[in-house]
């Protein structure tokens, strides 16, 4: 079972920002990488996702995060990352990396269950 380690997690005031890294075993074939999120009480959601690829990759985002997050990747490191930023208390969440190693459609790309890795989360907590 391929081991994602995420970093990066904490607490900040409402307007702050975060930058949240995900280590992927650079053996692991990266077709999505992406970040959900799941709050207490609620289901996991996709927030950002990248199919690596030049350019930069192609990204995708939830529309509740579009203008605030940044998904990205580097390759030399094995790393994708989320910059967030104009946290709001709404983002307290636990955020989990994930990583899907095949083609799939890209209507799925935030169908959690169509990621094969993830990892153990890093808590995220927006005060207001």
């Known amino acids: 079972q391929e081991q994602l380690v995420e970093s990066g997690g904490g607490s900040v005031q409402a307007g702050g920002s975060l930058i949240l890294s995900c280590a992927v075993p650079e053996r692991t074939y990266k077709y999505w990488m992406g970040w959900f999120r799941q709050a207490p009480g609620k289901e996991r959601e996709g927030v950002a996702v990248i199919r690596p690829g030049g350019g930069g990759g192609t990204t995708y985002y939830d529309d509740s995060v579009k203008g605030r997050f940044t998904i990205s990747q580097d390759n030399a490191k094995n790393t994708v990352y989320l910059q967030m930023s104009s946290l709001k208390p709404e983002d307290t969440a636990m955020y989990y990396c994930?990583?899907?190693?095949?083609?799939?459609?890209?209507?799925?790309?935030?169908?959690?269950?169509?990621?094969?890795?993830w990892g153990q989360g890093t808590q995220v907590t927006v005060s207001s």
């Open positions: 994930a990583v899907r190693d095949s083609y799939y459609n890209v209507a799925g790309v935030f169908d959690r269950q169509r990621y094969n890795y």
